[in-house]
């Protein structure tokens, strides 16, 4: 049990256009999740808690109109990256809180973006 | 433009050799840590999981480490295997901060044959 999918696994787009990126809990609810950002060679950096019904709360530096953030229900978060730059090309990872259960996260498999 | 960031620290062993990975923290109010596992173009795996009123947990063929005196935590893999080659982070939670994780550097552990 407890799975997270990420959809797409990777994508490229063109500098300018929006990517969004879905993170699915399947086999149990999750009214807490997290999106990760990481660069190659290099740590994961939390970007923003996603709170189910209410508005993500965003890490400090994180441009919250450019990475907007929707959890609509207990088993789905989405973010998306407006108006793409190159600079934005990374492996974004999301992760899952079980509903009740503070201490357990579980990841997913990450979504590689490439924006040209 | 060129991005500019930290290098991983990186470990090399020899396949049956036991590995330490350490990781330093800096917020004394985290109450609660745990090792995850990266390997190449996946999500971190849980490994292993210590609370702060705690020093030493063990789980299969690893051991997590704490000394909160001087804030550092440590894992210990034993026999290790070609398997275990993968990145490995640390990750604190905050008692101040609400339920997110918070990434240390990371180490790339390499298991020689």
């Known amino acids: 049990g407890a799975v997270v999918s990420q959809h797409p696994s990777w994508v490229i787009c063109k500098s300018g256009t929006s990517v969004k990126i879905e993170c699915r809990s399947l086999?149990?609810?999750?009214?807490?999740m997290f999106w990760y950002r990481q660069f190659p060679k290099q740590s994961l950096m939390l970007m923003a808690t996603?709170?189910?019904?209410?508005?993500?709360?965003?890490e400090q530096g994180v441009e919250k109109d450019k990475f907007l953030i929707n959890h609509a229900s207990l088993t789905l978060s989405t973010l998306t990256v407006t108006s793409a730059h190159p600079e934005d090309s990374s492996f974004y990872i999301c992760s899952a809180q079980r509903e009740g259960r503070t201490y357990e996260q579980y990841f997913g498999p990450g979504t590689r973006l490439t924006v040209t | 433009g060129e991005s500019v960031g930290l290098h991983l620290p990186t470990l090399s062993v020899q396949e049956g050799d036991n590995s330490i990975i350490n990781c330093a923290y800096s917020n004394s109010a985290s109450d609660y840590f745990i090792w995850y596992k990266q390997e190449s173009g996946k999500g971190p795996q849980f490994i292993i999981d210590?609370?702060?009123?705690?020093n030493k947990r063990q789980g299969q063929r690893v051991t997590v480490l704490l000394n909160k005196t001087v804030k550092h935590l440590s894992l210990q893999i034993a026999a290790t295997q070609p398997g275990d080659s993968a990145v490995y982070f640390c990750?604190?939670?905050?008692?101040?901060?609400?339920?997110?994780?918070?990434f240390g550097t990371g180490t790339s552990l390499t298991v020689i044959p």
């Open positions: 990750a604190e939670k905050r008692a101040n901060t609400g339920n997110q994780f918070y």
């Open positions: 086999d149990f609810q999750a009214t807490t």
């Open positions: 210590i609370r702060s009123n705690m």
């Open positions: 996603s709170n189910e019904g209410s508005k993500a709360t965003y």
